[in-house]
């Protein structure tokens, strides 16, 4: 088999692992759901929900999260775009999110199905305590057979605590739940070479390594003004799945049918990764960072090819306010973030420590700065 085989080989089991997911997160954007002038458009949203009820019939437990929110409020209130600022933003929500939670139950309800709706912040998946409930309280409506409806609680959410683009939450979300696959749907049928709207450009139909990314320029939000993350957001989000091994595949609202089944549409993202334990899915996707520990180059080797634990001499510089038990980001010599992990120390305790060897050091100042079980290295 040639490697361009074996890749295709690959990348179909791709779609098959979606067309086949036992549990499958399905993204919604803004901009396939709402118009400016309109508020919700009520008949995309009934051919959504009759897609997934219909693979909910086949057994599958599906988890939507769907934005929309601030658009379909903007109608009902007389606002003539999406708002710049936040409190006009989060108002728009408030009105926006009851419409869809109902339109949601009131569609659902036609194949017999039961929504819950399910509101996050930021801070829900950043605080280790939070995440755990979020992730218990997910699972649990899957069991009831329920259908979870996800979205951020944009109207608490502050701007220092949104995470402002749902793709990132979907990928999150999918993790959570210990997904199958997760769905980005918008109003592009895939990912091109470069945005569409901008002249002639070429459909990409697989993404197996990062270096497949290399040469498409992505770009943000569509036409419609609706949408917040723009192609960016979605290629990230397929990636941090990917690259915890939920496999990823991103079209258009119109090709769901046909992309919940194996048809060769929109883009499809290989899994990059083997799954993560929950543990280091938080730290290496969810987890906030309260500051930056600077590694040589050799102790980026130990940290990220070998899985060691970190220890002082590999460290040459420090940021942040951080105390033991925090987040940190581990920059290697270039500036890149090579990882993220747990430090064992208060910010107040390295600058004597870093750069010396252990053997330099006092017994109770030789425990690993980052033990290795704490480490979550990115890609
Ligand atoms: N390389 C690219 N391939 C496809 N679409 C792109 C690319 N770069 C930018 N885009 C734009 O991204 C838009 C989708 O993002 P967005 O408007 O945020 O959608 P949503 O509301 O579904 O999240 C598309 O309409 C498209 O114009
Ligand atoms: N939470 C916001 C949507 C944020 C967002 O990511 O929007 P989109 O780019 O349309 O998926 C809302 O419901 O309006």
New binding site residues.
């Given amino acids: 088999m040639t490697s361009s085989e074996t890749v295709t080989a690959g990348l179909s089991a791709t779609r098959r692992a979606v067309a086949t997911a036992r549990r499958i997160v399905v993204k919604i954007?803004?901009?396939?759901l709402t118009t400016t002038e309109g508020g919700l458009d009520g008949r995309r949203l009934d051919t959504l929900v009759e897609t997934l009820s219909r693979r909910a019939a086949e057994g599958s437990q599906v988890v939507l999260v769907s934005?929309g929110a601030i658009a379909a409020g903007l109608a009902p209130l007389g606002l003539g775009g999406r708002p710049g600022d936040l409190a006009t933003q989060q108002a728009a929500a408030s009105v926006g999110q009851q419409a869809l939670a109902h339109a949601y139950a009131a569609s659902f309800a036609r194949f017999g199905l039961t929504v819950g709706q399910v509101l996050l912040t930021a801070d829900d998946v950043v605080r280790r305590a939070h995440y755990r409930n979020a992730r218990r309280t997910l699972r649990r409506l899957l069991n009831l057979g329920a259908v979870p409806v996800v979205n951020e609680n944009d109207t608490v959410a502050t701007a220092e605590i949104r995470f402002g683009d749902n793709?990132r939450l979907a990928a999150l979300v999918a993790h959570l739940v210990e997904a199958d696959a997760l769905v980005l749907l918008?109003?592009?049928d895939a990912?091109?070479?470069?945005?569409?709207?901008h002249g002639r450009?070429r459909v990409v139909r697989e993404i197996a390594t990062a270096e497949d990314l290399e040469g498409?320029?992505?770009?943000?939000?569509?036409?419609?003004g609706?949408?917040?993350?723009?192609?960016t957001s979605?290629v990230q989000a397929a990636r941090v799945a990917c690259s915890a091994g939920i496999p990823a595949l991103l079209t258009s609202a119109e090709l769901a049918e046909e992309a919940l089944g194996e048809a060769e549409v929109g883009t499809v993202f290989g899994t990059t990764g083997p799954r993560l334990s929950a543990r280091r899915f938080w730290l290496a996707h969810a987890a906030s960072a309260r500051g930056r520990l600077h590694l040589d180059a050799g102790a980026v080797s130990a940290v990220v090819r070998r899985r060691r634990s970190l220890l002082a001499a590999g460290i040459t510089g420090m940021e942040g306010s951080f105390e033991g038990g925090d987040v940190v980001e581990l920059i290697g010599p270039s500036g890149e973030v090579v990882a993220r992990g747990v430090v064992a120390y208060d910010a107040s305790e390295l600058p004597e420590l870093i750069g010396r060897s252990s053997h330099e050091l006092p017994a109770e100042q030789r425990r690993e700065v980052v033990h290795a079980d704490d480490l979550a290295p990115l890609d």
């Avoid at 954007?29 to 396939?32: A, D, F, K, V």
């Avoid at 990912?191 to 709207?197: E, I, M």
């Fill in positions: 954007g803004s901009s396939s934005s793709d918008s109003d592009v990912l091109y070479d470069g945005d569409p709207r450009a498409i320029s992505v770009g943000g939000t569509g036409s419609s609706l949408g917040t993350g723009g192609m979605k």
